[in-house]
């Protein structure tokens, strides 16, 4: 037997309401657990966690092996954590289920920031429940694609948002507080439900969550937020709904893009974290550009990990002796290859409507860990800005100064010949876009302790015979590396 996502939980409220007492949430669990980011927390560790991390047994500690870890309590510890109306309320919803003198839930509870978020268990092999759903049946855990999306996403108030395969319905659920109206849709009558399931624990009433294909459920109505986590594992044999997007793994995230031109509201951005199979003749921004079918929407791609097609091959197989675990292994790499993929890409993509020519922009940076919404927002502005025709105009007649601290790195390449790397990025951002610099640029940035005129910089650049249309060019480009500010 296993939760089935169909029943009312608001009688389990208060039960949450304790959990978020004893500090059951995502910073909490992630110091308890001695882990510097949640997307750290190996499943496979988990006897590790509980003989060094775990030891003292207290609430917070139960909860997390419990709901975290797959865990089985002994009904007097759980007696511990809530009290017997919590305990029967959670016993009824089918959260938790009693077997002799042991208690066990039969979903995992996701802390992301201070929310939390039920779904089934992100370990299948270690859920005791795995029979009772189909493995293509389960329902996508909130796992390290999902943080760094919820962390990307934009949260500013809009009037509709829609989040395609929606799954928990995590990402519907940050949305609906800063929505009118949010929408969820997912092709699995399970997510469906968990996402409901989810929606009532919460009391949101502004959520719609609707069953179908992708964009088939919603008519013609636009959306001022897309948002979605699509399966797109390139996957020799369809197994796991929710992770699997055919050979290629773009059966879904292709037709997401392919619809965003129709149902994206101007002055909307729509946001897709994904992985895409990368090859050195083919430029990601290219192929996304083709299944936006010609439509003038700007493209930002954030590059977060890169895979080897080797290591990802590895990574995915499955097999319980040698034999069949090299084998797999072989399939998956045969199909990596087939589809001409020399690596993986983990990508962010974000997309708006062009209020010109429409760019495509490729930046590489560590994982978010905070909130950065308000950066990529702040991405596509300084993009803007910096093919705006009176920037130069701007420029010459005004001041600039640095926009915060900037974090320098120089590697050199001895040899013949040597060479210097100098790359660059904003100090104490939750995106570290790292950006390369060239000489000048980084002697205009380490000149800019104060606010300086133009005219200043151009005076001295030209003393040292270094044109000003090639000062004003790199301007321009601290401009769009968002290094600096120009004030009028």
């Known amino acids: 037997m296993a939760i089935d996502f ?9 039960a949450l309401l304790r959990l978020s007492t004893i500090g059951y949430s995502e910073q909490a669990v992630r110091s308890r657990l ?7 927390l190996q499943l496979r560790a988990t006897f590790i966690y509980r003989q060094q991390r775990l030891v003292e047994r207290e609430p917070l500690d139960s909860a997390i092996d419990v709901f ?22 959670l016993i009824r919803t089918g959260i938790l289920v009693q077997e002799g003198g042991h208690v066990r839930a039969q979903a995992s509870l996701y802390p992301v920031g201070d929310d939390l978020i039920f ?46 395969c929606c799954g928990s319905g995590i990402h ?45 459920p919603v008519g013609q109505r636009h959306f001022e937020l897309i948002t979605a986590n699509p399966p797109f594992v390139p996957a020799p044999t369809q197994k796991v709904g929710f992770r699997d997007g055919g050979p290629n793994g773009e059966e879904v995230q292709r037709r997401i893009i392919e619809g965003l031109p129709r149902y994206l509201s101007k002055g909307g951005m729509a946001q897709v974290v994904t992985e895409l199979g990368e090859n050195d003749d083919e430029p990601l921004e290219r192929r996304l550009r083709q299944w936006l079918g010609g439509a003038p929407l700007d493209i930002h791609v954030l590059r977060l990990r890169t895979h080897s097609a080797e290591a990802y091959a590895v990574g995915h197989a499955q097999g319980d002796d040698s034999t069949s675990f090299l084998e797999s292994v072989g ?15 983990s990508v962010l993509l974000a997309f708006q409507w062009s209020h010109d020519t429409p760019w495509s922009r490729v930046d590489d940076a560590q994982p978010p860990t905070k909130n950065a919404g308000m950066e990529v927002e702040s991405i596509f502005a300084a993009e803007r800005l910096s093919r705006a025709l009176e920037l130069t ?18 590697a050199r390449t001895l040899g013949a010949p040597l060479t210097l790397n100098i790359r660059a990025r904003l100090f104490g951002q ?33 003393k040292a015979n270094v044109p000003d249309d090639l000062v004003l060019n790199s301007l321009v480009s601290l401009v769009r590396k968002g290094f600096i500010r120009a004030v009028c």
């Open 393 to 410: 105009r701007r420029l010459r007649q005004g001041t600039v100064s640095r926009t915060g601290p900037v974090a320098v790195f120089e």
């Open 6 to 14: 169909d029943s009312d939980p608001a009688e389990c409220a208060n």
């Open 172 to 216: 519907a659920l940050l949305a609906a507080p800063h929505a009118t109206r949010a929408t969820a849709v997912d092709i699995s009558p399970r997510a469906v439900h968990c996402t409901v399931f989810n929606a009532k624990l919460k009391g949101i009433a502004n959520l719609e969550v609707l069953l179908g294909d992708l964009y088939a």
């Open 331 to 345: 399939l998956w790499a045969a199909n990596l290859n087939a589809q001409g993929y020399s690596r993986v890409v």
């Open 34 to 40: 001695g882990l510097g980011e949640l997307n750290d």
């Open 119 to 164: 779904s089934d268990h992100a370990n299948h092999q270690l859920d005791q429940n795995a029979d009772a759903v189909q493995l293509h049946d389960r329902v996508m855990y909130v796992g390290t694609d999902s943080r760094w999306l919820a962390r990307a996403t934009l949260r500013k108030p809009v009037a509709s948002t829609l989040d395609l």
């Open 430 to 462: 939750a995106l570290s876009v790292e950006h390369p610099l060239d000489a000048l640029e980084l002697d205009l940035l380490t000149a800019m302790d104060r606010r300086v005129p133009t005219s200043d910089i151009l005076t001295v650049a030209g």
């Open 68 to 89: 975290l870890l797959q865990g089985t309590l002994p009904a007097a510890e759980l007696d511990r954590l809530f009290d017997p109306l919590d305990k029967e309320a």
